[in-house]
T-cell receptor
């Protein structure tokens, strides 16, 4: 199957700072990528759809100014958590699809804001 | 809007036994995909099995099989000969054909396999 790589796997940042998470499709081009957030023992909640060359589409209730998404190339989408606060601590995971018949996931990023 | 429901937050099974995880979904689409994903403590999402809605035959992958009832909008996962390594969160997920790979997930079932 196709490979999606996410970096970093774990990050700790201070409250008020910003942190960037990268999601790369390694062996296919992804015009669309997805960002999910997951709290412990809970399901994956879709945050936004990242579209190459255009603005991201955010799910209802997700602050677009807080979670900035940039999909500047066909293999890279980035999620920047701006002015992070402890409540932004969570597990973030991206996915992409090569033929829209199966999704491939990055390894996820555990964000801790202190 | 599509929804996916897993009504069993936790389940346990003895090693070597069989367990069935339930999933129901709601959609007005006729063509779509259904998936079961496994998420072990590493939190890496692992595809267990996939079912195309247009296929009547139930998908199987070694010890994993599904019971797909399209009219009832039901998609259960059966794990045979359960192994300790099957201990994980299991998510049922739905994908339509025209949304670029977007998945809608159920709430998850935490499965514990006991020795």
């Amino acid at each position: 199957g196709a490979v999606v790589s996410q970096h970093p796997s774990r990050v700790i940042c201070k409250s008020g700072t910003s942190v960037k998470i990268e999601c790369r499709s390694l062996d296919f081009q992804a015009t669309t990528m997805f960002w999910y957030r997951q709290f412990p023992k809970q399901s994956l909640m879709l945050m936004a759809t990242s579209n190459e060359g255009s603005k991201a589409t955010y799910e209802q209730g997700v602050e677009k100014d807080k979670f900035l998404i940039n999909h500047a190339s066909l293999t890279l989408s980035t999620l920047t958590v701006t002015s992070a606060h402890p409540e932004d601590s969570s597990f973030y995971i991206c996915s992409a699809s090569d033929r829209y018949t199966e999704a491939f996931f990055g390894q996820g990023t555990r964000l801790t804001v202190v | 809007a599509q929804t996916v429901t897993q009504s069993q937050p936790e389940m346990s099974v003895q090693e070597a036994e069989t367990v069935t995880l339930s999933c129901t979904y709601d959609t007005s689409e006729n063509n779509y995909y259904l998936f079961w994903y496994k998420q072990p403590p590493s939190r890496q999402m692992i595809l267990v099995i996939r079912q195309e809605a247009y296929k009547q035959q139930n998908a199987t992958e070694n010890r994993f099989s599904v019971n797909f009832q399209k009219a009832a909008k039901s998609f259960s996962l059966k794990i045979s000969d359960s192994q300790l390594g099957d201990t994980a969160m299991y998510f049922c997920a739905f994908m339509t054909l025209n949304q670029g790979g977007k998945l809608i997930f159920g709430q998850g079932t935490e499965l514990s396999v006991k020795p």
